[in-house]
């Protein structure tokens, strides 16, 4: 019986290479991620027809609660090595910062997503989270045991007994539930002094803590506030120093909590608010970290030791929702590879190296390599309870690889590769001229009609007009408030503004440069057109 030939997890051709954003190309050779045929842009990138709605509901953006930066500090003293070896302490120090929730930043990439091929759809291309940012934000393993074989573990464990012993205490209680409050109150003090005596003792206020964090801050239960049994197994296992392929797990949640957004949106008549389950703050550092342009003016600093997420701490974007989607509608906002950038005090992990590499899959990987190569094998990724193809064919760029025409998902395993390329950390990765044609051909036009009609369609926002003067009537803007229901296209609205104050061009250019950052429109039409405070203007 003949045996199958080893495979590379790249392709490498010579082809005509360019970007995105312009039609020159040059001949190179390029290195692809390996996928199937390409089949039409419209059955693997259809987008949705959202209409007129409000602002989607969501709920489950955790913070730290009181006392937990103090909880982590005294668990990370006794048990940081072990969480090293389980491969969570940075997810666990990440816990401690406060991301802001930014409803528009949500909001504004909720309307990109597609259900079907789990990306952000822009007129410029397609992008999305891998398993890669999830790894790097949230400091969480791709590597380890399956976070679901754990879980059906289930009521077999000594430990997972006590511990729900300790919770059925709580549901008893006048709270009637395991709350997260009561909860600390429970395992920060010495476990001794509860009712429950156990030879298991020294390791209880451990895996109470992990439970915790888990319910808290990466598999949410129903009831947001309470501590659910499905993650007692899965803090027993952890708390032995065990690693879990956490990563793969929580992406899935992502990839189904941005569809959940992304269907309230279509829904005209849903006003039901959306259970966001998993550390869904990623999503928001994600697009922070990509559109630089469109988040806070400047990261924090990070000190030595801290995690990555810790540059968004406490920071706010003022970024008004047109200007947000403006700048993800510009290929030149978005950044490819934030990681393969120094960042001061953050240690790149070690595949981001100067010159490229290609090396064998039969060599000791360590974990960084090991960890490369699952972010670049399409696979399907396992929740709990959910599941989610995951594409990084699709979005190669972000990897550091050139991107062609994408195919349907392959079914390779990584095992099976013989050896597989690593990119320069300073390589500019490219297109190709067939993917340049047929997306241009086939779907960019349609991607910015639908798209920008979609989220402009719902969105009443209002400019400052200053000091403007009209022709028609000589006289200057006294400041009255206009709201305008924006129409398809952001320079439309510009247009639409100066027919209706017949303005000059240079005005109208003053007046574009106020309004991406303002939130108030206030205008004077005149006598004959004079409009009261809750007057509406609609712009065909």
Request: glycine content about 6%; aromatic content about 10%.
């Amino acid at each position: 019986m003949a045996t199958e030939p080893p495979l590379a997890l790249y392709e490498e051709k010579l082809e005509l290479m360019g970007s995105n954003n312009n039609d020159y190309f040059s001949q190179r050779i390029a290195r692809f991620i390996p996928n199937h045929p390409a089949k039409p842009l419209d059955e693997y990138a259809p987008l949705f027809k959202t209409s007129r709605h409000s602002e989607p509901l969501f709920k489950g953006w955790k913070l730290p609660p009181n006392k937990w930066p103090e909880w982590v500090d005294q668990m990370a003293g006794k048990h940081s090595a072990g969480w090293m070896k389980s491969g969570i302490f940075d997810s666990i120090m990440s816990s401690i910062y406060e991301i802001p929730c930014n409803h528009d930043l949500i909001s504004t990439l909720s309307h990109f997503w597609n259900p079907k091929t789990n990306t952000f759809v822009f007129p410029w291309g397609e992008a999305t989270i891998t398993l890669e940012d999830v790894m790097i934000l949230g400091g969480f393993s791709i590597l380890g045991d399956s976070v679901d074989g754990v879980a059906s573990m289930a009521d077999m464990s000594e430990k997972v007994e006590v511990m729900n012993r300790f919770r059925s205490e709580l549901v008893r209680s006048k709270s009637k539930k395991a709350s997260h409050s009561k909860w600390i109150q429970m395992f920060m003090k010495n476990p001794n002094e509860n009712e429950h005596q156990h030879e298991l003792d020294h390791d209880i206020e451990h895996i109470g803590f992990l439970s915790l964090w888990l319910s808290r801050f990466v598999f949410p239960s129903l009831d947001q506030d309470s501590v659910g049994k499905h993650v007692f197994p899965i803090a027993v296992k952890l708390s032995q120093g065990v690693k879990l392929a956490l990563a793969p797990t929580i992406l899935a949640y992502i990839y189904q909590n941005l569809t959940k957004l992304k269907e309230q949106f279509v829904d005209l008549n849903s006003n039901a608010s959306v259970n966001l389950s998993g550390p869904f703050q990623l999503v928001q550092i994600w697009g922070h970290e990509r559109f630089p342009i469109a988040g806070p003016k400047a990261p924090n600093e990070l000190r030595p030791g801290e995690p990555r997420l810790a540059r968004w701490h406490t920071l706010k974007s003022n970024v008004s929702l047109p200007l947000l989607h403006s700048h993800m509608i510009n290929l030149e906002s978005f950044v490819w590879r934030p990681y393969a950038v120094d960042l001061q005090n953050w240690k790149q992990p070690m595949y981001y190296q100067d010159s490229e590499q290609i090396l064998s899959n039969s060599l000791t990987l360590d974990d960084d390599l090991q960890s490369f190569v699952r972010f670049l094998t399409p696979c399907e990724l396992n929740g709990l309870g959910c599941k989610a193809k995951y594409h990084p064919h699709r979005v190669a760029m972000q990897l550091g690889f050139d991107q062609d025409v994408p195919g349907g998902l392959s079914s390779y395993k990584s095992s099976k590769f013989d050896k597989f390329f690593v990119p320069s950390r300073l390589f500019q990765p490219g297109v190709s001229k067939r993917y340049f044609d047929w997306w241009k051909n086939a779907g960019q036009m349609n991607v910015q009609n639908d798209q920008d009609s979609s989220i402009h369609e719902r969105m009443n926002v209002s400019v400052e007009c200053r000091k403007f003067e009209q022709e028609d009537c000589g006289k200057k803007c006294d400041f009255e408030f206009v709201d305008l229901s924006l129409g398809d296209e952001f320079d439309d609205i510009l247009m639409s503004l100066k027919k209706i104050c017949n303005a000059t061009k240079r005005k109208i250019d003053s007046l574009k440069e106020s309004y991406v950052g303002l939130e108030h429109c206030k205008k004077k039409l005149g006598s004959e057109s004079r409009l009261g405070k809750n007057d509406v203007i609609i712009i065909d």
